[in-house]
């Protein structure tokens, strides 16, 4: 009987591994676990983990990729001893197999980076970067990766803004040098005639996937990052599949292709939430949990009084710190660099100070007149050429400001109040204004001026620790 059952088992195991293979012994099916813009979240690694092998313990092969924005979020991981590396120690251990440069992987600098990428078990690739001279190094276009007799080439595109460069600090782009993504493209249309399967993975966001699909009908899939899109149903542009999942690790997308020999015959996409994966792998959740072992993170600072339901009162917090700390009549800090959106009722520890501003971004400070100030606000509204999207790039403290439209949604002209609420007239006037290294780097009218070694995040707990409770509520800058 025993004999009979072992038997049994053997033979159920043989048709199993024959039923992922097709007849010329390549897998029937390839599943391709991808994430991106996770910025450092680390609580739910435990859970991506689980999601890995059960694909693997599904049959077939499977690949973990990631399409960029790995650090910027967290701060066990953004003020780690070794910034990153609980990022890349974790990506070593569920197994990632490829990774492409998003714009918020240059935050901490070169030579910080290329220690992550040292330590990373996995390649890194971009194809629209020139850095041979640089610290960092020239990565790889591309990465080939083999699994069950199939070539699988992974070609990779980073986003440029109109200054040409990734939305980062341009002080750590130093001799590094960025094409456009859809210039790049037929230098490598040939790569395809050398795989079986030719793969994006791009940090560019949807819409700019959509334009690679068109332009590159080579690729048979896109996995994208940057946009944060939460793409629940599959997208195709061009026969391009295209997936991307969110950000933060809410969710993680699950491509899965389907081949007869060599030949791909269906590809289908899923999102997957992440929450709803079963038990946590222990081995992870023990590595999470050790890494968020800082008790210094917990320190209270103040207390806000009431709910900061907005991003604009989050920034009013962080604005009036940063003028208090020198001393200053105004600071303007940019809308991308506040990365927490509300701030509940209550407790306002260090965790959340270094949430708020996860860059380690410091002050800069210039004295302006109110003609400096109005063109300084001007030609960053009226960047947009389609007036139904222009914004209020920049929050202030130390008063108010109103942008002043035409007819046709351009601004022509800034009110600039002080606290008081009194319109501040006098142009010759001197003012001292706090911006951080971020805006003195990135905007042409910024640049210069006094550098200060007072990090923004030690300004904000500083300014806490004086008001004791702070509340915020009113709106600052206005268009009309």
């Known amino acids: 009987m025993n004999f009979v059952r072992r038997w049994g088992i053997v033979l159920l195991l043989a048709v199993t591994l024959y039923c992922c293979k097709n007849e010329s012994g390549t897998p029937g099916k390839v599943v391709i676990v991808s994430t991106n813009d996770m910025h450092a979240q680390l609580a739910r690694f435990p859970l991506l983990a689980t999601l890995i092998q059960q694909k693997k313990t599904e049959g077939g092969e499977v690949i973990v990729v990631d399409a960029g924005d790995r650090f910027s979020g967290n701060p066990y991981v953004d003020h780690a001893l070794e910034r990153g590396e609980p990022m890349i120690r974790l990506m070593n251990k569920v197994g990632y197999d490829v990774v492409t440069m998003g714009n918020h992987d240059f935050d901490y600098g070169q ?7 040292h330590e990373a078990n996995f390649p890194v690739v971009c194809a629209n970067m020139l850095s041979e001279k640089s610290e960092l190094g020239q990565l790889p276009a591309y990465q080939m990766i083999e699994r069950g007799g199939l070539k699988f080439c992974f070609f990779s595109l980073i986003q440029t803004g109109a200054n040409h460069l990734p939305a980062t600090n341009p002080a750590n782009l130093e001799d590094i040098s960025f094409r456009y993504f859809k210039d790049v493209v037929p230098e490598y249309k040939r790569v395809a005639e050398e795989c079986d399967v ?13 334009l690679l699909a ?10 994208g990052g940057h946009s944060h899109t939460v793409i629940r149903e599959p997208k195709k542009v061009n026969g391009v ?11 993680a997308g699950v491509t899965t292709l389907r081949f007869k020999g060599k030949k791909l015959v269906d590809k289908s996409y899923q999102l997957v939430s992440l929450k709803d994966i ?128 035409n007819l046709q949604g351009e601004g022509i002209e800034v009110k600039f109040y002080d606290a008081r609420g009194k319109w501040l007239k006098d142009k010759q006037k001197k003012y001292k204004i706090a911006f951080s290294n971020y805006v003195a780097s990135s905007n042409e009218l910024v640049k210069g001026g006094e550098v200060t070694d007072i990090f923004i995040t030690d300004a904000i707990a500083v300014y806490l620790q004086k008001q004791g409770t702070v509340k915020y509520t009113e709106q600052r800058a206005f268009v009309k």
């Open 111 to 117: 030579k910080i980076l290329k220690k992550r990428l």
């Open 278 to 405: 079963g038990t946590p792998d222990q081995e992870i959740a023990l590595l999470v949990e050790e890494i968020s072992n800082r008790p210094e993170f917990k320190k209270i600072m103040g207390q806000a009084a009431e709910d900061l339901t907005r991003k604009e009162d989050v920034a009013s917090l962080m604005t009036d710190a940063m003028r208090d700390a020198v001393g200053g009549d105004f600071a303007f800090y940019n809308k991308g660099g506040v990365r927490l959106n509300e701030l509940r009722k209550g407790e306002i520890t260090m965790e959340k100070i270094y949430k708020m501003e996860p860059f380690s971004n410091y002050i800069v400070v210039h004295e302006w007149n109110l003609n400096k100030m109005e063109d300084f606000i001007l030609k960053d509204y009226n960047r947009g050429k389609d007036p139904g999207k222009r914004y209020i790039n920049y929050y202030i403290s130390g008063g108010k400001y109103e942008i002043i439209r």
């Open 214 to 223: 068109l332009v590159m009908p080579e690729l048979e899939v896109i996995v």
């Open 241 to 251: 599949l295209i997936g991307q999942a969110g950000s933060n690790l809410e969710y």
């Open 198 to 210: 030719m793969i994006g993975l791009t940090h560019l966001g949807f819409a700019n996937d959509s």
